[in-house]
């Protein structure tokens, strides 16, 4: 079929039209008729059931993942639930593991100073190396020491902090509160580190361009300008590792040591946590004090989700507001 066109000399052939439609009424993966509606275009049998398989796939994949996670969430619920009360939270542990009644508020005390300590130390310092690693050192020497030694620690057990921390502080001072936020301190730092430092590479480079253009130093733009950009990401990296902190065992054994008495003191004397009053109680043959350990580990649980839960938030409003 030829078609004449406006200022040309003949016609000239018409494309020719796409393929059509199967006659079985499928879509073989050509193009469609123009003007067809795509309710009568229908893939394939074998694209149906390959689609089909995929997505089973995946859900066998999401419950093989949940199954534990599910099973660990209803076994401390289910056995902790019974002991957790008013008493529990606001009494500290009896001096029998026999004794009903008591509960781990001198855990929870000792979880509070020693991680509020670790916090204030690994916090302002994970954040200053992120600053440094992203707008001063770059691609340095130091800085590429400083982030292996990052990705080292990340992956370091924890037993091996509290051995280092033993060895440098409890021989010469003894057991208390300041040896173990040190150990935590440790563990905490390197995550805040890598993940202030993601956060600050973030910002994107014309916002520090618009600051130096108002006539702001380098140190001006990075606190008034990057710092608050990145803080929600900041955040709920510090949040992430305050509960990484929170549920440490193995180091604290070998700085806190641990106590049954309610303690505020620094050092000089053994501090308890919530993690080294569950170890107690979950290793000791009675039914009261395992009892209690299965609440502490439900305490343990609730306040790890808050902090959890509480990073993700931050994390989904930091992602509307951009």
């Known amino acids: 079929m030829s078609v004449d066109l406006p200022g040309t000399g003949g016609g000239v052939e018409a494309a020719p039209a796409a393929a059509p439609a199967a006659a079985n009424g499928r879509w073989a993966g050509g193009r469609a008729t123009p003007g067809a509606s795509l309710r009568d275009i229908r893939p394939q049998r074998r694209r149906v059931w390959r689609d089909r398989r995929n997505t089973a796939l995946i859900l066998l994949a999401v419950g093989l993942t949940m199954t534990p996670v599910v099973m660990i969430l209803y076994q401390i619920t289910a056995k902790g639930i019974a002991t957790m009360d008013w008493g ?64 080292v620690m990340t992956g370091v057990p924890s037993v091996f902090v509290g051995l280092f921390v033993y060895t440098a502080l409890v021989i010469p001072f003894g057991f208390g ?14 995550i805040i580190v890598r ?6 590479k973030l910002v994107p ?11 702001a130093a ?9 710092l608050p950009s990145a803080a929600p990401g900041i955040t709920t990296g510090v949040m992430l590792a305050v509960a990484r902190a929170a549920g440490e065992t193995a180091p604290l054994i070998l700085t806190a040591l641990g106590s049954y008495q309610l303690t505020a003191a ?5 501090i308890s946590s919530l993690t080294l009053a569950i170890f107690d109680g979950a290793r000791n043959p009675f039914a009261a004090g395992q ?7 439900l305490e343990l649980l609730i306040i790890v989700l808050i902090f959890t839960v509480g990073a993700r938030v931050v994390a989904s409003r930091s992602r509307i507001a951009r």
């Open 195 to 200: 993940s202030t430092e993601e956060m600050l």
């Open 177 to 190: 509160a300041l040896m173990g936020a040190a150990s935590l301190a440790i563990i905490m730092m390197p």
């Open 266 to 270: 620094l050092w000089g004397e053994p």
């Open 88 to 151: 529990f939270l606001t009494s500290s542990m009896p001096f029998s593991f026999r004794r009903e009644g008591g509960g781990f508020f001198n855990g929870l005390v000792g979880t509070g100073i020693m991680v509020g300590i670790a916090s204030l130390v690994s916090v302002p310092l994970g954040v200053l190396a992120a600053v440094y690693l992203v707008e001063y050192g770059k691609k340095n020497w130091l800085a590429k020491l400083i982030r292996f030694f990052s990705d």
């Open 218 to 226: 380098k140190w001006q733009t990075v606190v008034r300008v990057v």
């Open 291 to 297: 009892a209690r350990a299965w609440a502490g580990a």
């Open 205 to 215: 480079q014309e916002l520090k361009d618009a600051g130096y253009a108002l006539g």
